[in-house]
């Protein structure tokens, strides 16, 4: 995947010598593109290191190493690494797309893969634990004024489960199914009207299973079926 650069002036210098030890996971109060506008507005005095929208698009605001605004005020927090200090010095925070102010929008399908991409790069790169100490949402911070933040909705089972390598946990509400293509069977499940390949199926598998031909065009960052 691809991480695109869109710098907010909503951060501060360093990390005061501390290091990162925890991804902090938020949702949105908007839809794209004003969620973005909004987090590189002075005015806003509020962003994240990143943002993934409902189609699967990876920015990234803050530099790591800098202080996003993004957990600092702290009220009623229910997190054992808190320590007393700004949690902006040691944590990394990831904004997800959404609207919903009662959190019960779900992240799309290539939402979450892009939102588990990015947590594993952000593990792999900061040697962060995978458990509910090291890989929290905001309401952990702020329970007061964040109580809905990433949601109730959060795919958190599905993602500690791929974090730790595995098998894939199908969202709530959805069924498994087999998907045929050709002479081959794919594992899949349907959610609402639309069905979707499980975790793994690569696109190659299924577009050799249809005997054609795939290429990888790396200028446009696209894969060209023939």
């Not at 030890?21 to 794209?32: D, W």
């Not at 699967?56 to 202080?67: A, H, N, P, S, T």
């Not at 797309?97 to 959190?103: K, M, S, V």
């Not at 329970?143 to 933040?149: A, F, G, K, Q, W």
Request: glycine share 8%; hydrophobic share 35%; proline share 5%.
């Amino acid at each position: 995947m691809e991480i695109l650069q869109a710098l907010s002036p909503n951060y501060s210098i360093g990390r005061k010598g501390r290091n990162i030890v925890a991804i902090v996971n938020h949702k949105t109060a908007g839809r794209f593109p004003g969620c973005l506008t909004w987090l590189c507005n002075p005015v806003a005095q509020a962003s994240a290191h990143y943002l993934i929208t409902r189609r699967g698009v990876i920015y990234q605001l803050v530099q790591d190493e800098d202080r996003a605004w993004q957990a600092g005020i702290v009220n009623q927090p229910d997190w054992s690494l808190y320590d007393g200090t700004n949690p902006n010095s040691y944590t990394i925070g990831i904004e997800h797309e959404d609207y919903d102010e009662d959190g019960e929008e779900s992240l799309t399908e290539i939402q979450y893969q892009a939102s588990l991409w990015l947590h594993k790069k952000l593990i792999e790169k900061w040697g962060i634990p995978i458990d509910r100490d090291h890989i929290i949402g905001h309401y952990r911070i702020d329970s007061v004024n964040r109580p809905n933040c990433p949601g109730p909705n959060f795919p958190w089972e599905r993602l500690f489960n791929n974090l730790k390598g595995g098998d894939i946990m199908i969202p709530d509400g959805a069924r498994t199914c087999v998907i045929e293509v050709g002479d081959k069977s794919f594992p899949g499940y349907v959610l609402g009207a639309t069905s979707y390949f499980q975790e793994g199926v690569g696109v190659r598998e299924v577009v050799e299973a249809l005997n054609r031909k795939i290429s990888w065009d790396t200028n446009n960052f696209k894969a060209v079926i023939k």
